[in-house]
């Protein structure tokens, strides 16, 4: 069997671009699940908060926002989306390059960490969040959302696996990598497994809406950009419209979607 390609490479690479061209889409689709993260995590205004996998930097600016007295640090390991992060600085804002697993934080220096869906890709997550809780000083908190398990019944699995009969694609290490490890944390028991560190895990289910596009042929441009192969016969596109039109309104292509919102304390 072949190594799979590290996260650095998938994150600095092909899909660490397309998430730093599209940095915008991509918030869209995950920012319906703001108002729980942050209502959990209850940033205070002299917190100091980091916010691990912050990719570029919608949720950390959010926090700096809320921390007016405070701080906040987006820790990423994808030069794109961090540059794209650095186009938009707050006076008590900054981010730093580097793998959260291993990062030099300082010691119990954050009141709260959060993370909206970046703590997924590590290659040990049990010594990750061991350094994470390090990093927050005893009493302090997290709250962030990961993926749940992939329902074959759910609305998004049943609008991409329809996407994917219409339009089959090779497998690619690349994505296989990155599907993988997004799926790594989605059991409750290896959530309260590999956050050991903390005390008083809960986790529960938030639901809300990704926007994928404007209308059914933006979201279709959309799919398309990903790649790999970005051409499709008309009437494959037309047939992919479809599939995303019954979701379409004012607001969107809104596809109903679910996550865990995973909160703790460090003892
Ligand atoms: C799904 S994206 C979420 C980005 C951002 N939180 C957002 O909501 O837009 C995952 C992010 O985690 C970052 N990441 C992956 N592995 C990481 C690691 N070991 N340490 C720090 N960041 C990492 C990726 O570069 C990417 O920006």
Redesign the pocket.
């Known amino acids: 069997m072949t190594a799979e390609l590290p996260?650095t490479d998938v994150?600095n690479g092909a899909v660490?671009g397309h998430?730093a061209a599209h940095h915008e889409r991509?918030?869209a689709m995950?920012a319906d699940f703001d108002s729980a993260l942050f209502e959990a995590a209850a940033i205070r205004p002299t917190d100091r908060v980091l916010d691990?996998?912050?990719?570029?930097g919608?949720?950390t600016r959010r926090a700096a926002r809320l921390a007016r007295w405070g701080r906040a640090l987006g820790?990423?390991?994808?030069a794109p989306?961090l540059e794209r992060a650095r186009a938009a600085l707050l006076p008590n804002l900054w981010y730093e390059q580097?793998?959260?697993?291993t990062h030099p934080f300082p010691e119990s220096g954050f009141d709260v960490m959060i993370?909206?869906?970046?703590v997924m890709?590590?290659a040990d997550h049990r010594a990750?969040f061991a350094n994470i809780a390090r990093a927050v000083r005893p009493g302090g908190r997290f709250a962030f959302i990961c993926p749940q398990p992939v329902d074959a019944q759910s609305v998004e699995a049943r609008v991409f696996g329809r996407l994917a009969e219409l339009r089959p694609l090779p497998p690619d290490p690349v994505t296989t990598a990155a599907h993988r490890a997004m799926a790594s944390l989605c059991e409750p028991d290896r959530l309260r497994e590999v956050l050991a560190d903390f005390s008083q895990v809960a986790i529960r289910p938030v639901h809300a809406a990704s926007v994928y596009g404007s209308d059914p042929e933006d979201a279709v441009d959309f799919v398309l950009s990903r790649g790999p192969r970005t051409e499709v016969a008309a009437e494959v596109r037309a047939a992919m419209a479809e599939v995303f039109t019954p979701y379409a309104g004012p607001l969107g292509v809104r596809l109903p979607s679910s996550v865990w919102l995973v909160t703790g304390v460090r003892p």
Not at 52 to 56: F, L, M, N, S, T
Not at 75 to 78: A, E, G, K, N, Q
Not at 98 to 101: E, F, I, T
């Open positions: 996260q994150w660490g998430w991509y918030d995950l691990i996998g912050c990719g570029a919608p949720t820790v990423d390991i994808s989306l580097g793998d959260a697993q993370s909206r869906g970046g890709f590590f990750a």
